[in-house]
């Protein structure tokens, strides 16, 4: 929805690796979010953007960084994973800090 | 206490019936609330956003807001099997952050 697309949308990785997960939106919209969804947990922002270049982290962060080069990119970084951070990951995008957040389809991330 | 509460449910209702949805939230100041549905495996889809106090209808869907009580709800009448789903009631953390806080969903069962 809202012209959001996530890559990979499966990834199953090893302890200690780098990953790096894609938002890329067609909608023009300001203000993307990364959020992780876990049983017990619901969904939990990671870090959020309101324009290029400005970023700021959301509750559960440690762990994680975002860069935001370009409107349509917002790149989530694992730096080096743990399998604590196993998870399905879901982009959001919202046009104003107004709302609605819409999501894109998610990447289920696997770390062994 | 979190957040934004949800019973995590099961809500199980018959087909026709209406199903009844609660969420309450903490911070008195939040100003915009909504409802999700999350279907298995899927990512969240907005159904319903409120701001202001009182009743807001939507086809099937009405959604309940009373602030002094720190109270939203979602009813859906004539529910339909292909309404099961989780239902996430999330709230705007702020103005002007566009952060969102999400409770952990209320699994709806629709039976025939």
């Known amino acids: 929805d809202a012209g959001i697309t996530q890559s990979p949308r499966h990834k199953v990785t090893e302890t200690g690796t780098p990953v790096t997960l894609r938002c890329h939106q067609t909608?023009?919209?300001?203000?993307m979010y990364w959020y992780r969804q876990d049983p017990g947990h619901g969904l939990r922002l990671i870090h959020y953007?309101?324009?290029?270049?400005?970023?700021d982290k959301g509750e559960v962060s440690d762990g994680y960084s975002v860069s935001r080069s370009k409107t349509e990119d917002f790149l989530l970084t694992l730096e080096s994973a743990t399998s604590s951070q196993t998870s399905v990951y879901f982009c959001?995008?919202?046009?104003?800090?107004?709302?609605?957040?819409?999501f894109g389809d998610g990447t289920r991330l696997s770390i062994l | 206490q979190k957040e934004v509460e949800q019973n995590s449910g099961p809500l199980s209702v018959p087909e026709g019936a209406i199903a009844s949805l609660n969420c309450t939230y903490s911070?008195?100041?939040?100003?915009?609330f909504f409802w999700y549905r999350q279907y298995s495996g899927k990512s969240p889809e907005l159904i319903m956003s409120?701001?202001?106090?009182g009743d807001k209808e939507d086809g099937r869907f009405t959604a309940q807001l009373n602030k002094a009580s720190q109270y939203v709800s979602l009813l859906i009448r004539d529910s339909q099997p292909s309404d099961s789903a989780t239902y996430l009631c999330?709230?705007?953390?702020?103005?002007?952050?566009?952060?969102?806080?999400f409770g952990q969903g209320t699994t709806l069962q629709v039976k025939p």
């Open positions: 959001a995008t919202a046009g104003t800090d107004d709302f609605p957040q819409h």
């Open positions: 909608e023009n919209h300001r203000y």
């Open positions: 953007s309101y324009g290029v270049k400005d970023t």
């Open positions: 911070d008195r100041g939040s100003q915009s």
């Open positions: 409120i701001y202001s106090n």
């Open positions: 999330a709230v705007a953390r702020g103005v002007g952050t566009g952060k969102l806080i």
